[in-house]
Protein backbone atom coordinates (compact mmCIF):
# COMPACT_ATOMS: atom_id res chain seq x y z
CA UNK A 1 0.00 0.00 0.00
CA UNK A 2 1.58 3.46 -0.85
CA UNK A 3 2.22 5.83 1.93
CA UNK A 4 3.62 3.20 3.92
CA UNK A 5 6.01 4.35 7.26
CA UNK A 6 9.05 2.20 8.30
CA UNK A 7 6.69 1.02 11.74
CA UNK A 8 3.90 -0.19 8.72
CA UNK A 9 1.64 2.19 10.07
CA UNK A 10 -0.02 3.86 6.67
CA UNK A 11 -0.10 7.42 6.61
CA UNK A 12 -3.57 8.66 6.75
CA UNK A 13 -4.92 11.84 5.54
CA UNK A 14 -7.96 13.30 6.62
CA UNK A 15 -10.24 15.66 4.85
CA UNK A 16 -12.31 17.79 7.27
CA UNK A 17 -11.21 18.83 10.46
CA UNK A 18 -14.55 19.23 12.39
CA UNK A 19 -14.70 17.58 15.91
CA UNK A 20 -14.83 13.72 14.48
CA UNK A 21 -12.03 14.91 11.93
CA UNK A 22 -9.84 16.26 14.39
CA UNK A 23 -10.19 14.07 17.57
CA UNK A 24 -9.52 11.17 14.72
CA UNK A 25 -6.21 12.45 13.26
CA UNK A 26 -5.21 13.65 17.23
CA UNK A 27 -5.76 9.57 18.16
CA UNK A 28 -4.42 8.28 14.98
CA UNK A 29 -0.94 10.80 15.68
CA UNK A 30 -0.78 9.51 19.50
CA UNK A 31 -1.08 5.98 18.22
CA UNK A 32 2.32 6.46 15.80
CA UNK A 33 0.48 6.99 12.61
CA UNK A 34 1.88 10.15 10.07
CA UNK A 35 -1.26 12.01 9.86
CA UNK A 36 -1.98 14.69 7.20
CA UNK A 37 -5.09 17.10 7.95
CA UNK A 38 -7.29 18.93 5.27
CA UNK A 39 -9.83 21.89 5.12
CA UNK A 40 -11.77 24.82 3.58
CA UNK A 41 -9.90 27.47 6.16
CA UNK A 42 -7.41 28.07 8.53
CA UNK A 43 -8.43 26.75 12.17
CA UNK A 44 -6.25 26.54 15.28
CA UNK A 45 -5.73 22.36 15.73
CA UNK A 46 -3.98 20.65 18.54
CA UNK A 47 -0.50 19.71 18.79
CA UNK A 48 1.16 17.56 16.88
CA UNK A 49 -1.15 18.19 14.35
CA UNK A 50 -0.94 20.54 11.26
CA UNK A 51 -3.50 21.72 8.86
CA UNK A 52 -3.52 22.74 5.04
CA UNK A 53 -6.18 24.69 3.48
CA UNK A 54 -7.89 25.32 0.59
CA UNK A 55 -11.60 26.35 -0.90
CA UNK A 56 -13.87 23.85 -1.98
CA UNK A 57 -13.27 24.09 -5.83
CA UNK A 58 -9.52 23.75 -5.04
CA UNK A 59 -7.81 20.91 -6.58
CA UNK A 60 -7.48 18.10 -3.54
CA UNK A 61 -4.88 18.75 -1.29
CA UNK A 62 -1.38 18.50 -2.41
CA UNK A 63 -0.33 15.77 0.28
CA UNK A 64 -3.07 12.94 -1.30
CA UNK A 65 -0.52 11.09 -3.04
CA UNK A 66 1.43 10.31 -0.07
CA UNK A 67 -1.22 8.66 2.16
CA UNK A 68 -1.82 4.86 2.11
CA UNK A 69 -5.41 5.77 3.92
CA UNK A 70 -7.57 8.64 2.99
CA UNK A 71 -10.47 9.57 5.15
CA UNK A 72 -13.23 11.58 4.38
CA UNK A 73 -14.41 13.00 7.59
CA UNK A 74 -17.32 15.21 6.52
CA UNK A 75 -20.85 15.32 6.99
CA UNK A 76 -23.03 12.50 5.27
CA UNK A 77 -24.53 14.76 2.63
CA UNK A 78 -20.90 15.68 1.39
CA UNK A 79 -20.17 12.01 1.07
CA UNK A 80 -20.58 11.75 -2.42
CA UNK A 81 -19.94 15.39 -3.53
CA UNK A 82 -16.28 15.13 -2.31
CA UNK A 83 -15.79 11.69 -3.84
CA UNK A 84 -16.98 13.20 -7.19
CA UNK A 85 -14.60 16.15 -6.77
CA UNK A 86 -12.10 13.69 -6.04
CA UNK A 87 -12.60 11.14 -8.95
CA UNK A 88 -12.81 13.95 -11.42
CA UNK A 89 -9.40 14.91 -10.75
CA UNK A 90 -7.70 11.42 -10.41
CA UNK A 91 -5.51 12.01 -7.30
CA UNK A 92 -6.86 8.73 -5.70
CA UNK A 93 -5.07 5.68 -7.37
CA UNK A 94 -5.43 1.83 -6.89
CA UNK A 95 -3.19 1.32 -4.34
CA UNK A 96 -4.88 3.67 -1.70
CA UNK A 97 -7.82 2.73 0.62
CA UNK A 98 -10.72 5.26 0.85
CA UNK A 99 -12.80 5.51 4.00
CA UNK A 100 -15.76 7.61 4.84
CA UNK A 101 -16.85 8.36 8.61
CA UNK A 102 -20.73 7.86 8.49
CA UNK A 103 -22.75 5.32 10.44
CA UNK A 104 -25.88 5.57 8.11
CA UNK A 105 -23.77 4.91 5.33
CA UNK A 106 -21.31 2.24 3.77
CA UNK A 107 -18.92 2.07 0.96
CA UNK A 108 -21.82 3.20 -1.67
CA UNK A 109 -21.49 6.77 -1.08
CA UNK A 110 -18.22 6.41 -2.49
CA UNK A 111 -19.20 5.04 -5.69
CA UNK A 112 -18.13 8.04 -7.68
CA UNK A 113 -14.61 6.36 -7.13
CA UNK A 114 -15.26 2.80 -8.55
CA UNK A 115 -13.33 3.77 -11.27
CA UNK A 116 -10.43 4.84 -9.31
CA UNK A 117 -9.79 0.75 -8.06
CA UNK A 118 -9.22 2.30 -4.92
CA UNK A 119 -10.53 0.11 -2.07
CA UNK A 120 -13.39 1.87 -0.29
CA UNK A 121 -15.36 1.55 2.93
CA UNK A 122 -16.13 3.10 6.08
CA UNK A 123 -15.01 3.17 9.83
CA UNK A 124 -17.79 4.72 12.26
CA UNK A 125 -16.30 4.60 15.98
CA UNK A 126 -19.21 4.11 17.75
CA UNK A 127 -18.29 6.88 20.22
CA UNK A 128 -19.36 10.80 20.49
CA UNK A 129 -16.93 13.01 20.06
CA UNK A 130 -17.58 16.56 22.20
CA UNK A 131 -14.24 17.67 22.34
CA UNK A 132 -11.17 16.77 19.87
CA UNK A 133 -8.72 16.58 22.45
CA UNK A 134 -10.55 13.81 24.55
CA UNK A 135 -10.93 11.87 21.55
CA UNK A 136 -7.90 9.30 22.26
CA UNK A 137 -8.91 8.58 25.71
CA UNK A 138 -12.60 8.26 24.81
CA UNK A 139 -12.10 5.72 21.86
CA UNK A 140 -10.43 3.30 24.05
CA UNK A 141 -12.50 0.66 24.73
CA UNK A 142 -15.16 1.66 22.33
CA UNK A 143 -16.98 -0.20 19.70
CA UNK A 144 -16.30 0.76 15.84
CA UNK A 145 -18.29 -0.32 12.63
CA UNK A 146 -16.62 -1.35 9.40
CA UNK A 147 -17.58 -2.26 6.26
CA UNK A 148 -16.53 -2.29 2.39
CA UNK A 149 -14.17 -3.99 0.28
CA UNK A 150 -11.95 -6.77 1.91
CA UNK A 151 -8.91 -4.30 1.74
CA UNK A 152 -10.81 -1.36 2.97
CA UNK A 153 -12.13 -3.20 5.76
CA UNK A 154 -8.45 -4.83 6.15
CA UNK A 155 -7.51 -0.84 6.86
CA UNK A 156 -10.27 0.24 8.78
CA UNK A 157 -9.59 -2.92 11.25
CA UNK A 158 -6.20 -2.12 11.54
CA UNK A 159 -6.81 2.19 12.28
CA UNK A 160 -9.08 0.85 14.74
CA UNK A 161 -7.32 -1.09 16.85
CA UNK A 162 -4.45 1.02 16.85
CA UNK A 163 -6.89 3.60 18.44
CA UNK A 164 -7.96 0.74 21.16
CA UNK A 165 -11.25 0.61 19.51
CA UNK A 166 -12.87 -2.86 19.05
CA UNK A 167 -13.61 -3.54 14.96
CA UNK A 168 -17.03 -5.20 14.12
CA UNK A 169 -17.97 -6.30 10.62
CA UNK A 170 -21.65 -5.00 9.26
CA UNK A 171 -23.26 -5.49 6.62
CA UNK A 172 -23.58 -1.91 4.22
CA UNK A 173 -27.62 -2.34 3.83
CA UNK A 174 -27.42 -2.66 7.66
CA UNK A 175 -26.01 0.69 8.21
CA UNK A 176 -29.02 2.64 8.43
CA UNK A 177 -30.95 0.48 11.18
CA UNK A 178 -27.66 0.19 13.20
CA UNK A 179 -27.01 3.92 13.03
CA UNK A 180 -30.71 4.86 14.30
CA UNK A 181 -30.21 2.75 16.87
CA UNK A 182 -26.13 4.81 17.99
CA UNK A 183 -28.98 7.97 17.48
CA UNK A 184 -31.40 6.84 20.19
CA UNK A 185 -28.45 5.79 22.44
CA UNK A 186 -26.69 8.61 22.48
CA UNK A 187 -28.72 11.99 20.73
CA UNK A 188 -31.99 11.22 21.98
CA UNK A 189 -30.62 10.28 25.53
CA UNK A 190 -29.68 13.66 25.03
CA UNK A 191 -32.89 14.74 24.08
CA UNK A 192 -34.92 13.22 26.98
CA UNK A 193 -32.81 14.68 29.79
CA UNK A 194 -33.79 17.90 27.85
CA UNK A 195 -37.46 17.38 28.12
CA UNK A 196 -37.06 16.37 31.72
CA UNK A 197 -35.24 19.45 32.67
CA UNK A 198 -37.85 21.55 30.69
CA UNK A 199 -40.40 19.36 32.50
CA UNK A 200 -39.36 20.39 36.09
CA UNK A 201 -38.83 23.85 35.35
CA UNK A 202 -42.78 24.11 34.33
CA UNK A 203 -42.94 22.15 37.97
CA UNK A 204 -41.78 25.72 39.42
CA UNK A 205 -37.63 25.24 39.47
CA UNK A 206 -35.15 26.84 37.54
CA UNK A 207 -33.36 25.48 34.91
CA UNK A 208 -30.37 25.11 36.67
CA UNK A 209 -32.16 23.75 39.96
CA UNK A 210 -34.19 21.39 37.77
CA UNK A 211 -30.60 19.87 35.89
CA UNK A 212 -29.00 19.58 39.47
CA UNK A 213 -32.38 18.00 41.22
CA UNK A 214 -32.11 15.45 37.85
CA UNK A 215 -28.15 14.65 37.95
CA UNK A 216 -28.29 11.65 40.67
CA UNK A 217 -31.60 9.90 39.06
CA UNK A 218 -29.54 9.89 35.70
CA UNK A 219 -26.59 8.99 37.46
CA UNK A 220 -28.23 6.69 39.33
CA UNK A 221 -30.27 4.99 35.92
CA UNK A 222 -26.85 5.05 34.13
CA UNK A 223 -25.55 2.86 36.72
CA UNK A 224 -27.68 0.29 36.25
CA UNK A 225 -27.55 0.19 32.71
CA UNK A 226 -24.13 -0.36 32.82
CA UNK A 227 -24.31 -3.00 35.21
CA UNK A 228 -28.04 -4.89 34.23
CA UNK A 229 -28.67 -3.58 30.75
CA UNK A 230 -31.90 -2.49 29.55
CA UNK A 231 -34.06 -4.89 30.52
CA UNK A 232 -33.29 -5.30 34.34
CA UNK A 233 -32.81 -1.88 34.59
CA UNK A 234 -36.48 -0.64 33.92
CA UNK A 235 -38.24 0.96 36.68
CA UNK A 236 -41.38 3.09 36.99
CA UNK A 237 -44.58 3.32 36.61
CA UNK A 238 -45.11 1.48 33.07
CA UNK A 239 -43.04 -1.50 35.10
CA UNK A 240 -45.11 -1.24 37.77
CA UNK A 241 -48.31 -1.24 36.01
CA UNK A 242 -49.56 1.87 36.96
CA UNK A 243 -52.04 3.12 34.82
CA UNK A 244 -53.46 5.53 37.19
CA UNK A 245 -50.42 7.67 37.02
CA UNK A 246 -49.94 6.95 33.38
CA UNK A 247 -53.25 8.40 33.05
CA UNK A 248 -52.53 11.31 34.99
CA UNK A 249 -49.05 12.21 33.69
CA UNK A 250 -50.50 12.21 29.73
CA UNK A 251 -53.08 14.55 31.04
CA UNK A 252 -51.14 17.53 32.24
CA UNK A 253 -48.34 17.20 29.08
CA UNK A 254 -48.80 19.13 26.11
CA UNK A 255 -49.39 17.48 22.79
CA UNK A 256 -45.98 16.82 21.41
CA UNK A 257 -44.61 15.44 25.36
CA UNK A 258 -47.84 13.57 25.29
CA UNK A 259 -46.97 11.75 21.98
CA UNK A 260 -43.51 11.29 23.06
CA UNK A 261 -44.51 10.24 26.31
CA UNK A 262 -47.15 7.63 25.26
CA UNK A 263 -44.33 6.29 22.51
CA UNK A 264 -41.50 5.59 24.65
CA UNK A 265 -44.04 4.08 27.02
CA UNK A 266 -44.74 1.30 24.56
CA UNK A 267 -41.14 0.80 23.87
CA UNK A 268 -41.12 0.57 28.15
CA UNK A 269 -44.09 -1.85 28.23
CA UNK A 270 -42.33 -4.35 25.61
CA UNK A 271 -39.63 -4.50 27.94
CA UNK A 272 -41.54 -4.80 30.54
CA UNK A 273 -43.54 -7.87 28.86
CA UNK A 274 -39.66 -9.51 28.40
CA UNK A 275 -39.36 -8.91 32.17
CA UNK A 276 -42.46 -11.04 32.91
CA UNK A 277 -45.50 -8.42 33.02
CA UNK A 278 -48.46 -10.51 33.21
CA UNK A 279 -51.07 -10.19 30.15
CA UNK A 280 -53.89 -8.38 32.29
CA UNK A 281 -51.65 -5.73 33.64
CA UNK A 282 -49.76 -5.58 30.19
CA UNK A 283 -52.96 -4.70 28.62
CA UNK A 284 -54.34 -2.05 31.09
CA UNK A 285 -50.99 -0.14 30.66
CA UNK A 286 -51.73 -0.61 27.02
CA UNK A 287 -55.04 1.05 27.00
CA UNK A 288 -54.19 4.26 29.46
CA UNK A 289 -50.82 4.88 27.21
CA UNK A 290 -53.89 4.71 24.35
CA UNK A 291 -55.84 7.61 25.94
CA UNK A 292 -55.75 10.76 24.35
CA UNK A 293 -57.35 13.60 26.72
CA UNK A 294 -59.07 16.68 25.29
CA UNK A 295 -56.06 19.44 24.67
CA UNK A 296 -58.05 21.37 27.53
CA UNK A 297 -56.25 19.09 30.08
CA UNK A 298 -53.18 19.53 29.25
CA UNK A 299 -51.04 22.50 30.78
CA UNK A 300 -49.25 24.19 28.03
CA UNK A 301 -51.29 22.24 25.24
CA UNK A 302 -51.16 23.48 21.93
CA UNK A 303 -53.83 23.74 19.73
Do not use: C
Amino acid sequence: MGGERLNDRPTVGIIGPGRAGVGLALALALAGHEVLLYGRRKKAVPEPLTLTVGPADSPPPAWIAQAGVVILAVRDDAIRFLAESLARTGAVRPDQVVLHLSGAQGQEALAPLLSSRAALGSLHPLQTIAAAERAPERLKGAWAAVEGMPRAVQAAEGLARALGLRPFHIPSEAKPIYHAGAVFASNYFVVVEAVAQRLLRLAGLSDAEAWQALRPLVAGTFDNLTGQGPLAALTGPVARGDTATLRRHIERLSRDDALLYRALGRAALELAREQGMDETTALAVADALATDPPPVLRQGART
